[in-house]
């Protein structure tokens, strides 16, 4: 098996560590099988767009999604190190408002899926991070939200000990109450 698929404190959440080949003159792994993913999460998914972006160390993106068009995003880091999390947005979950966060790096090429219903962020923890996702749908503006990243109510244990930079949208963001979420 390509993967070991480890689930998380909320089930649908799970981390996927790839088998990776190395030695003196480096490493091969397979990033993405949409035959293995299905055999190793029970989950058959079709990701319609890949994502990349590159951030400073304090960057912090999220808690972003799609209200509809929801994305599940299948997330790796392919250099440097950020804290990724995950919060049950699902009114009709037993996790509602919930989270989940694990570290992502280059270095242990873990990846995290996160399904449609759950909203997603991100801390950079290094001097620069490159993101990578799949989407399950494709980006739809009009439709994206933001649940503030530090809401008391979600209560996420991010790393402290950065200087945090958000986005405007990131800065103005709702609570999780104040939020249009997922029944």
Known sequence: ?????TPTALPEVLILEPKVFGDERGFFFESFSARDFAQATGLERNFVQDNHSKSSKGVLRGLHY???????????????????????????SPNFGKWVGVHLSAENKKQLWVPEGFAHGFLVLSG?????????????????????????????DWPSGLQILLSDKDRTASGLFDADTFN
């Open 1 to 5: 098996m390509p993967y070991t698929v």
């Open 128 to 156: 620069t991070a490159e993101f990578l996702y799949k989407t399950t749908d494709f980006y739809a503006a009009q439709f994206e939200r933001s649940i503030a990243w530090n809401d008391s109510s979600i209560g996420v």
């Open 66 to 92: 799609q209200l509809h068009q929801p994305q599940g995003k299948l997330v790796r880091v392919t250099q440097g190190e950020v804290f990724d999390v995950a919060v049950d947005i699902r009114k009709s």
